[in-house]
């Protein structure tokens, strides 16, 4: 059935509709007629009769029914599973019919064939094998054509068109698109633990590993009380995913630190977000450095060095003192 | 029953005032009727055709309309009744 809108129809002139009328495959191989009609708000209807004589089909195919799973959204890099259904209205079989599924812009499309037999009963109906259809992981998200089409008969085809919304990938995520990667990172350090002296700098080696899946911009920060000052190398780090970069914390300890153990408060923040923290600790030795830079110990090696090279002088003088004295005595005798 | 005759032929004259009245109303007139682009015969004419069609086909059909004395808000429909499923 089709109908006009309403149109009006001035005094005297002759206005000309179309109407498209479609012959239902319902219909039995009889006569029938069409009617046309013209009708306005309350008076009788203009009607004028076509007869028609309905004939079947010699090759009739049409999609009967397609359906896609899961559904009519799918996530780049996943398949779209599409299970049609074909409907043989026509007196002859029809083999080898090609069942595309096909996304144009991407370039994606999967092929069946299959045969569908005429039926006395003037339908015939035929499962297709079902179709995985590729969806490529490199898919910009947005809408898709996804275009059916069962060519048959050589010549003829049918066709459905759907639209297809492409998700973003989990693989390839798209900036701005979708859920924000999450952003992770590992740290290794080592030592975790030095001695140092008061005064004197212990460098910590910490390696920032990128382990989530977008590239990142990592700040270190590291964290002392009064008894050390701290200075990282590479205070902001960007890492592509999966890859690794080694900083160095170098972390000097006051003239007048107390002795003992001390801790280093070392953090990695990705925005605002803190990612990993590591304490790190370092033993102050328990013996101050002199002012001249030299310990009680050492000075105490250094004198102990100094009376041994003064006995070893007195000695020798001694020793030759002695030799001198006895050659002098065997002169007298002769 | 010559009574009879009388109320009678004064029904079909008040039934023809009514649809003399309506077609004034309408004015309307089928001027031409085209099926896929040719001239038929329609049922009412002298030599009414019979179209053979394949079922699954769309029949284009194209009419003209003259309104004596103009007409508003009219709209045309057509429609193969008749099987199952037609509504």
């Known amino acids: 059935m089709d109908s006009t809108p309403l149109f009006d129809i001035a005094a005297g002139t002759t206005k000309y509709v179309t109407l498209n009328v479609n012959v239902p495959r319902q219909l039995d191989e009889d006569n029938y007629w069409l009617r046309v009609r013209v009708l306005d708000k309350n008076t009788p209807a203009l009607e004028l009769t076509v007869p028609l004589a309905v004939e079947p089909s010699r090759n009739g195919l049409s999609l009967a029914d397609v359906s896609f799973s899961p559904g009519l959204s799918v996530k780049a890099g996943r398949s779209l599973l599409t299970t049609v259904l074909l409907e043989n209205f026509g007196k002859r079989d029809q083999n080898d019919v090609k069942v595309t599924v096909s996304v144009p812009e991407l370039g994606a499309s999967v092929v069946e064939y299959v045969d569908v037999d005429a039926s006395p009963d003037k339908v015939d109906y035929e499962d297709v094998p079902e179709m995985f259809l590729a969806i490529p992981a490199t898919a910009q998200p947005g809408d898709y054509e996804v275009k059916v089409t069962a060519e048959f008969d050589h010549y003829d085809s049918t066709s459905k068109s759907f639209t297809l919304h492409v998700l973003p990938s989990d693989l390839f995520p798209v900036p701005g698109v979708g859920p924000a990667p999450e952003a992770k990172v590992v740290l290794a350090v080592g030592p975790e633990s030095q001695n140092v002296a008061a005064g004197k700098t212990a460098t910590y080696a910490v390696?920032?590993?990128?382990?989530?899946?977008?590239?990142?911009?990592?700040?270190?920060?590291?964290?002392?009380?009064?008894?050390?000052?701290?200075?990282?190398?590479?205070?902001?780090?960007?890492?592509?995913?999966?890859?690794?970069?080694?900083?160095?914390?170098?972390?000097?300890?006051?003239?007048?630190?107390?002795?003992?153990?001390?801790?280093?408060?070392?953090?990695?923040?990705?925005?605002?977000?803190?990612?990993?923290?590591?304490?790190?600790?370092?033993t102050v030795?328990?013996?101050?450095?002199?002012?001249?830079?030299?310990?009680?110990?050492?000075?105490?090696?250094?004198?102990?060095?100094?009376?041994?090279?003064?006995?070893?002088?007195?000695?020798?003088?001694?020793?030759?003192?002695?030799?001198?004295?006895?050659?002098?005595?065997?002169?007298?005798?002769? | 029953?010559?009574?009879?005759?009388?109320?009678?032929?004064?029904?079909?004259?008040?039934?023809?005032?009514?649809?003399?009245?309506?077609?004034?109303?309408?004015?309307?007139?089928?001027?031409?009727?085209?099926?896929?682009?040719?001239?038929?015969?329609?049922?009412?004419?002298?030599?009414?055709?019979?179209?053979?069609?394949?079922?699954?086909?769309?029949?284009?059909?194209?009419?003209?309309?003259?309104?004596?004395?103009?007409?508003s808000n009219v709209e045309v429909e057509a429609k193969v009744g008749g099987f199952e499923y037609s509504k």
Not at chain 1, 298 to 308: K, R, T
Not at chain 2, 53 to 60: A, H, R, S
């Open chain 2, 1 to 71: 029953m010559k009574r009879l005759q009388g109320l009678a032929l004064v029904m079909l004259m008040i039934l023809s005032a009514v649809m003399v009245s309506a077609l004034d109303a309408t004015n309307l007139r089928f001027d031409s009727v085209r099926v896929n682009g040719d001239f038929v015969n329609v049922v009412g004419t002298a030599t009414p055709e019979v179209l053979a069609v394949e079922e699954g086909q769309t029949i284009e059909v194209r009419v003209g309309l003259v309104a004596v004395s103009g007409a």
């Open chain 1, 207 to 282: 390696a920032l590993s990128n382990e989530g899946s977008a590239s990142k911009a990592f700040s270190v920060e590291a964290v002392t009380g009064d008894w050390a000052t701290a200075k990282v190398s590479d205070s902001l780090v960007v890492l592509d995913a999966g890859k690794s970069k080694v900083v160095y914390v170098d972390v000097t300890a006051a003239k007048d630190a107390a002795p003992g153990e001390h801790m280093v408060s070392l953090t990695v923040k990705s925005g605002d977000d803190v990612l990993a923290t590591e304490t790190l600790t370092a």
């Open chain 1, 285 to 334: 030795l328990g013996t101050p450095a002199g002012p001249a830079g030299v310990g009680l110990r050492n000075g105490l090696e250094i004198a102990l060095i100094i009376l041994v090279v003064l006995l070893v002088i007195i000695g020798l003088i001694i020793g030759f003192s002695r030799m001198k004295k006895d050659n002098g005595e065997g002169q007298t005798y002769y």
